[in-house]
């Protein structure tokens, strides 16, 4: 056989198998023979494998970026956790102090009606910082959860709120408390 005439037939058959491609799926799951030929032929499955590469690297690309996220988040609970965590040793301290004035008081035997008048207002802040501890431990756990997954970032937003608010009524009772120390001359 002459070149001329296998070339003839090369372009025979090339025209016979894109004749063939017609109506024929490029799937590769779907396609057989026939489908691999015209998807070989057309360049659908090189088509077919790029769009799955590009697929692959914008899911990895968003996968890296949810992971960032992730330990940010992570940092801002621990930190969260950390402010809590020292908050209420805060709180157990003044706890511990309004128990000592309540005994400073109870052990003076004048018992004048500002003294009286003082009592009651160490037991209204012992109240507070009953109440505040209470609250610590509840944001305690807001905070372990957004730590764990389970809250979303608006969340840390409320319990930052929280704790600032707490920091600023923990700097006012320990204002009340110093000044009933004063009035006491303790």
Do not use: F, H
């Not at 992971?67 to 988040?73: H, M, P, R």
């Not at 621990?78 to 209420?88: F, H, N, P, T, Y």
């Not at 037991?123 to 905070?143: F, H, I, P, Y």
């Amino acid at each position: 056989m002459t070149a001329l005439a296998r070339s003839g037939a090369l372009v025979s058959l090339a025209l016979l198998l894109s004749g063939c491609c017609s109506g024929v799926t490029s799937d590769p799951r779907e396609g057989g023979l026939a489908g691999g030929v015209c998807g070989q032929a057309t360049g659908a499955y090189g088509q077919r494998i790029d769009d799955r590469t590009a697929l692959l690297a914008s899911l990895d690309g968003s996968r890296r970026a949810l992971e960032g996220d992730l330990s940010g988040l992570d940092a801002k609970a621990d930190a969260l956790l950390s402010a809590l965590r020292g908050e209420r040793r805060s709180l157990e301290r003044q706890r511990r102090d309004l128990a000592g004035l309540s005994r400073d008081l109870a052990a003076m035997t004048a018992a004048s009606p500002r003294r009286a008048a003082l009592v009651e207002e160490i037991g209204a802040l012992d109240r507070q910082v009953a109440d505040a501890l209470a609250a610590n431990a509840g944001r305690e756990r807001s905070a372990r959860a957004l730590r764990s997954g389970a809250s979303s970032a608006i969340d840390a937003g409320i319990v930052e709120r929280s704790i600032a608010e707490a920091g600023r009524r923990q700097r006012e009772r320990d204002a009340e408390m110093a000044r009933i120390r004063n009035a006491l001359g303790v």
